[in-house]
């Protein structure tokens, strides 16, 4: 049930936390020993409930996140744009653009006037930028409207706003995070630094993060 266009990751939170409930009356599983085990979102969603239920006993993170989503999400664009090829003055530029569009959004108090405010902004980008286009094959009111239907999304919004990091500092079972070193979905170095450093402000002992090489953020074995 539910509307999943309108979910956010933490409704998808309330579902881990009712499978959960769900196997604690199961008289086979033992209910000290259920972990979570989460990928990409999943190590967001994770720490959520562990963080909010005594009845998980451990949690592994696959490429999980310990920035908050907006900087996680122009740190991606970076990294994937240079990879395709994307001249550095077009990836600079983007995200000058992104990274104000993103500050927008994490200020925002109402999705109401979101919006409007990603709307005007865009198109001031647009009016004084000259090397900030609209693709070819698409009027700039047309950009900028799927620019703000993307980015105005209720799981987009909340991505954005959310720092696992916050999340983190409150888990108090035994963690272990492990990313790929070659993943530009979730660049391991910074995010793994955040996630041990938020288990170490939480005084949680029974924290470990390893990068495993040669791994994307699917963690198969890659050369690019």
Same mark, same amino acid.
């Not at 969603?45 to 239920?53: E, Q």
């Not at 592994?60 to 744009?81: D, R, Y």
């Not at 799927?146 to 983190?168: E, G, R």
């Given at each position: 049930?539910?509307?999943?266009k ?5 409704d998808f939170a309330?579902d881990v936390?009712?499978?959960?409930e769900?196997?604690?009356t199961?008289?086979e599983?033992n209910?000290?020993k259920i972990?979570l ?7 967001i969603?994770a ?8 009845d998980?006993?451990?949690? /592994?993170?696959?490429?999980g996140?310990g920035?908050? &989503? *907006?900087?996680? +999400?122009l740190l991606?664009? $970076?990294?994937?744009?240079r990879?395709?090829?994307?001249s550095e ?10 990274s104000?569009a993103f500050d927008?959004i994490?200020?925002?108090?109402t999705r109401e006037?979101?919006?409007?405010d990603?709307?005007k902004?865009?198109k001031h980008a ?8 609209a693709?070819s ?7 900028v409207?799927?620019?703000v239907k993307q980015?105005t999304s ?7 706003k959310h720092d696992?990091?916050?999340t983190?500092?409150? /888990?108090?079972?035994p963690?272990l995070?492990v990313? &790929? *070193?070659?993943? +530009?979905?979730?660049?391991? $170095?910074i995010?793994?630094e955040a996630?041990d450093?938020a288990?170490?402000k ?18 198969q074995?890659c050369?690019?």
């Amino acid at each position: 049930k539910g509307n999943f266009k309108a979910a956010t990751t933490l409704d998808f939170a309330s579902d881990v936390e009712a499978a959960l409930e769900y196997l604690l009356t199961r008289k086979e599983i033992n209910g000290k020993k259920i972990g979570l085990m989460g990928h990409s979102e999943g190590g967001i969603i994770a720490p959520m409930v562990a963080a909010k239920s005594k009845d998980v006993s451990f949690i /592994v993170l696959l490429a999980g996140t310990g920035i908050p &989503g *907006g900087q996680l +999400l122009l740190l991606q664009q $970076e990294l994937i744009g240079r990879a395709s090829g994307t001249s550095e003055s077009d990836l600079m530029q983007s995200k000058k653009i992104n990274s104000g569009a993103f500050d927008i959004i994490t200020k925002s108090t109402t999705r109401e006037t979101l919006p409007a405010d990603l709307t005007k902004y865009l198109k001031h980008a647009l009016d004084t930028d000259s090397t900030f286009k609209a693709p070819s094959g698409m009027t700039e009111d047309q950009f900028v409207d799927a620019q703000v239907k993307q980015t105005t999304s209720p799981w987009m919004v909340y991505f954005i706003k959310h720092d696992p990091a916050v999340t983190l500092t409150k /888990v108090k079972c035994p963690v272990l995070a492990v990313n &790929g *070193g070659k993943d +530009l979905q979730v660049p391991p $170095e910074i995010n793994l630094e955040a996630i041990d450093a938020a288990l170490k402000k939480a005084g949680n002992k029974n924290g470990s993060t390893k990068e495993l090489p040669g791994l994307n953020h699917l963690f198969q074995e890659c050369t690019t």
